[in-house]
C-alpha cells in the first residue's frame, strides 16, 4: 500500500521535510564566500553536485538569498571544501544564522587559508577546496541554483592511493565524506560495494554484426 503526498495539499514546509527525507543520502557542499566588504562566511548546503565535465562546474543550491548566495553575486567566487567526518559538529555550527558581518571561520574556531585562484579563502582543516568562479545563477521559485566552473582543486597528498593499474585517486575512505539525510539526520560513509558496468557487446544474449 501507499499513500499520495500531493505538494499542493501538504504546504511547502511540509512537503520539503518530506523530499529531504526521501532524496538521500545527499553530499554537502561546504561554501566559503567573501562579502564585497572583505568578510569571510561559510555554510553548508545539502543540495550539491557536479553539473559538468567540460569545462569542469559544480553547484549547489541556496534555499532562500542566505549570505553565500549575496557574497556570490557580488564577487562572483566561492570556494566549495570537503564536508568531512572529524568536523562533524564543526560544519554544522557553521549553520548558524550568524549575521553577515560575523565570520563563521572565527565563530567556529576554523582556519581561513589563502587560495590559490579565487579570493574566497579555504577551510584549512578540509581534505579538499574547489575553487570556483560564478558561471550562472538560476533563479527556481525560492531558490537560486548556483553553477560555478573549477579553477583549481586543492587537494591533500595523504588522501591519495594508487590502485593495481597505476591510477591516482583521492580514496573516498580517507575523505571521510559526511551526507545530509532528513530531519536533524547525517550520515558517515558506510559499505563501499564495487560493480562495473558491462559493455553492451558483452550483455548477454548480445551478438555483434562481425562476430
Given at each position: 500500500?501507499?499513500?499520495?503526498?500531493?505538494?499542493?495539499?501538504?504546504?511547502?514546509?511540509?512537503?520539503?521535510?518530506?523530499?529531504?527525507?526521501?532524496?538521500?543520502?545527499?553530499?554537502?557542499?561546504?561554501?566559503?564566500?567573501?562579502?564585497?566588504?572583505?568578510?569571510?562566511?561559510?555554510?553548508?548546503?545539502s543540495f550539491f553536485t557536479v553539473?559538468?565535465?567540460?569545462?569542469?562546474?559544480?553547484?549547489?543550491?541556496?534555499?532562500?538569498?542566505?549570505?553565500?548566495?549575496?557574497?556570490?553575486?557580488?564577487?562572483?567566487?566561492?570556494?566549495?571544501?570537503?564536508?568531512?567526518?572529524?568536523?562533524?559538529?564543526?560544519?554544522?555550527?557553521?549553520?548558524?544564522?550568524?549575521?553577515?558581518?560575523?565570520?563563521?571561520?572565527?565563530?567556529?574556531?576554523?582556519?581561513?587559508?589563502?587560495?590559490?585562484?579565487?579570493?574566497?579563502?579555504?577551510?584549512?582543516?578540509?581534505?579538499?577546496?574547489?575553487?570556483?568562479?560564478?558561471?550562472?545563477?538560476?533563479?527556481?521559485?525560492?531558490?537560486?541554483?548556483?553553477?560555478?566552473?573549477?579553477?583549481?582543486?586543492?587537494?591533500?597528498?595523504?588522501?591519495?592511493?594508487?590502485?593495481?593499474?597505476?591510477?591516482?585517486?583521492?580514496?573516498?575512505?580517507?575523505?571521510?565524506?559526511?551526507?545530509?539525510?532528513?530531519?536533524?539526520?547525517?550520515?558517515?560513509?558506510?559499505?563501499?560495494?564495487?560493480?562495473?558496468?558491462?559493455?553492451?557487446?558483452?550483455?548477454?544474449?548480445?551478438?555483434?554484426?562481425?562476430?
Open positions: 500500500m501507499r499513500t499520495d503526498h500531493s505538494p499542493d495539499e501538504l504546504g511547502t514546509g511540509p512537503f520539503y521535510k518530506l523530499l529531504t527525507s526521501v532524496v538521500v543520502p545527499r553530499p554537502i557542499a561546504w561554501v566559503s564566500t567573501r562579502s564585497a566588504a572583505g568578510v569571510d562566511n561559510l555554510a553548508p548546503h553539473s559538468c565535465v567540460d569545462p569542469p562546474m559544480v553547484q549547489f543550491t541556496s534555499v532562500g538569498k542566505k549570505d553565500s548566495l549575496r557574497n556570490v553575486s557580488e564577487t562572483r567566487e566561492f570556494v566549495v571544501c570537503l564536508a568531512g567526518e572529524p568536523m562533524f559538529e564543526k560544519i554544522n555550527a557553521t549553520g548558524t544564522d550568524f549575521p553577515s558581518e560575523i565570520s563563521e571561520f572565527t565563530s567556529v574556531g576554523l582556519t581561513a587559508e589563502p587560495s590559490t585562484v579565487v579570493t574566497p579563502s579555504r577551510v584549512a582543516e578540509s581534505p579538499v577546496a574547489l575553487e570556483c568562479v560564478l558561471h550562472s545563477a538560476i533563479e527556481l521559485g525560492d531558490s537560486t541554483v548556483v553553477i560555478g566552473r573549477v579553477v583549481n582543486a586543492a587537494i591533500d597528498d595523504d588522501v591519495f592511493t594508487t590502485d593495481a593499474r597505476g591510477t591516482s585517486l583521492p580514496d573516498v575512505r580517507r575523505l571521510a565524506p559526511l551526507a545530509r539525510l532528513g530531519r536533524n539526520e547525517w550520515s558517515r560513509l558506510g559499505e563501499i560495494i564495487e560493480i562495473a558496468r558491462i559493455p553492451y557487446r558483452e550483455w548477454p544474449g548480445h551478438y555483434a554484426a562481425d562476430d
